[in-house]
């Protein structure tokens, strides 16, 4: 067995072998461009621990964990031109690079690829089943994406359905990642409905840290600017809930803050976070992430293979959880 | 064994028992708005009479029919976003009645949605080869597209690369139409060969005829306003023949007209239409044309299936090359 770190390396060398380095070099370098700006390979790494539960020979999924990284890329590559986002990984993105249409166009190439990759797993018989949950997958994630524009322009947002929009945004792709590295390992279908339940519900968790960091965190761990979500007025579960809990006036300064675009946005990002501390938003959704990692975990107990084999899935889950992976 | 209008029928039945009406909404509508607006649907037609080469039993190739067409109509969503085009089939084009993030997003989905009927096809066990064939096409016509976006900018372009360029941006497709409706049907790999050939030359055909019909076909029965492609400079077959059999002064006056955006447009495309006249550019094209036929339908004379199981394609391939489909 491989622990997370030795997977990566395995990984990254699998990627190093396969450049996007072919003609016409106007398509291909923007490809080259997004995926070696690194990342965590957060995706990769559980295709690969969802196939070594079933099995040793993790190699045989390789061409699964780059389906789902270059699938990831794609989603960055083009969500970035319409959010009109001008850094990723604080570097240019791929549109402010090399132009929109360059950006439509590879990223459509990568999408193309990652069935590419799929098709070349080593599990010949495993491609109808991988094809399926990979179009499952990345049909929630467009669908999550437009959910994700449409809240934008929306002031009604509920609750729970914000947590269906990460779950199609976010949570599927990791939920499919580690599905489909079991599937490619052999994974039978009892199994892989108790890791999808698993993945689905680690991946709520890591969106919900995200909000909780976003807002909360140590900027110089984090990597981001504190209050970004606030900034952008973003109904994350830590507005809707404290819209849900405050009351009279301080339900409608918080409404009022969250859609105003303020010169001063230092002072906006201090008295919403003021306001969600005194609401304890905080302890709100620790709760419920805490709720959300208990069924995960149940879930992943529930997979019939020897509890040894899960100490490095369960490992990385808790990472993800904390964002430390 | 069912006619080309028979085939036309079925297909549309189909397309009707499975419309793009999920939601959310606004990523759905664009994909029927685009799907409804019709076109010829030579593409679901050619992989539907590949499957009649080998067989009675076309409907089980009617999901792989709809892959090629709704794949066609993603590629067509964001070539227009990228060539900035506001009228498709005399309607409004999707990002301009939807906008460009609409575009981008139904178009991605587009793509997801044609590898999901690809899966759907009746031979299962096909799939895998089905895969291998789509994306080799999928990769190709992204990388025609780019070609065709670098040739603006180049005034060097070579006849071969023009061909290459056409190949892969058109011609790629209506090739692998016809050979994954053959692969659904279980053809042979020496069959699908011969195929292969006949198709990709049939696409090369009913490019060069869209080229000769752009500058010299009646604007009435074509659809489009004459000499379009001369307006926007672009460097098809009938231009860059003639700049390699123009001299002196004809050639400098071809190639100032070529690089030009003048006011007077028909002026334009009076003077240059005049200049391929001279030079017997559509003879040449007619001359280029008939070759390419002949080696398609001698790879299609090859395929070892009775004469008679050919006539309705052999048909559909004098349509095409005619562009009276």
Same mark, same amino acid.
């Given at each position: 067995m491989h622990t997370i770190e030795e997977l990566r390396d395995i990984f990254e060398a699998?990627?190093?072998?396969?450049?996007?380095?072919?003609?016409?070099?106007?398509?291909?370098?923007?490809?080259a461009y997004i995926m070696g700006m690194g990342g965590k390979r957060l995706r990769p790494l559980l295709a690969l621990m969802g196939a070594q539960l079933f099995g040793d020979a993790v190699h045989?999924?390789?061409?699964?964990?780059?389906?789902?990284e270059v699938f990831h890329n794609f989603s960055l590559v083009h969500d970035d031109i319409m959010d009109e986002a001008p850094l990723r990984r604080g570097q240019a993105t791929v549109h402010q690079k090399y132009g929109a249409n360059a950006g439509i166009l590879s990223g459509d190439a990568m999408?193309?690829?990652?069935?590419?990759?799929l098709r070349q797993v080593d599990n010949q018989a495993a491609i109808p089943r991988l094809l399926r949950e990979f179009n499952r997958v990345a049909v929630e994630v467009c669908e999550g994406q437009q959910y994700d524009m449409n809240f934008e322009r929306r002031q009604d947002v509920k609750i729970e359905e914000y947590l269906r929009?990460?779950? &199609?945004?976010?949570? @599927? *792709?990791?939920?499919g990642s580690l599905v489909m590295g079991a599937v490619a390992a052999g994974a039978p279908e009892p199994d892989l409905k108790e890791l999808a339940v698993f993945g689905r519900n680690i991946g709520l968790c890591f969106q919900l840290q995200d909000d909780i960091l976003d807002t909360?965190?140590?900027?110089?761990?984090?990597?981001?600017?504190?209050?970004?979500?606030?900034?952008?007025?973003?109904?994350?579960? &830590?507005?809707?809930? @404290? *819209?849900?809990?405050?009351?009279?006036e301080t339900r409608t300064e918080l409404a009022r803050l969250m859609s105003s675009n303020p010169e001063d946005e230092r002072q906006k990002v201090r008295r919403v976070t003021e306001i969600l501390q005194?609401?304890?938003?905080?302890?709100?959704?620790?709760?419920?992430?805490?709720e959300i990692q208990h069924t995960a975990l149940a879930a992943l107990g529930r997979v019939a293979v020897p509890d040894s084999r899960k100490a490095p899935l369960r490992d990385m889950a808790m990472r993800l959880i904390r964002r430390e992976a």
């Open positions: 699998y990627t190093e072998s396969h450049p996007f380095n072919r003609e016409p070099q106007e398509l291909y370098a923007p490809m045989g999924a390789l061409p699964v964990a780059m389906a789902v999408l193309i690829y990652a069935y590419e990759f929009m990460i779950e &199609l945004k976010t949570a @599927a *792709l990791i939920e909360f965190g140590d900027p110089e761990k984090f990597g981001k600017k504190a209050g970004g979500d606030i900034v952008q007025n973003k109904k994350t579960f &830590l507005i809707l809930k @404290a *819209l849900e809990l405050a009351r009279g005194q609401l304890k938003i905080r302890e709100w959704a620790e709760q419920m992430k805490e």
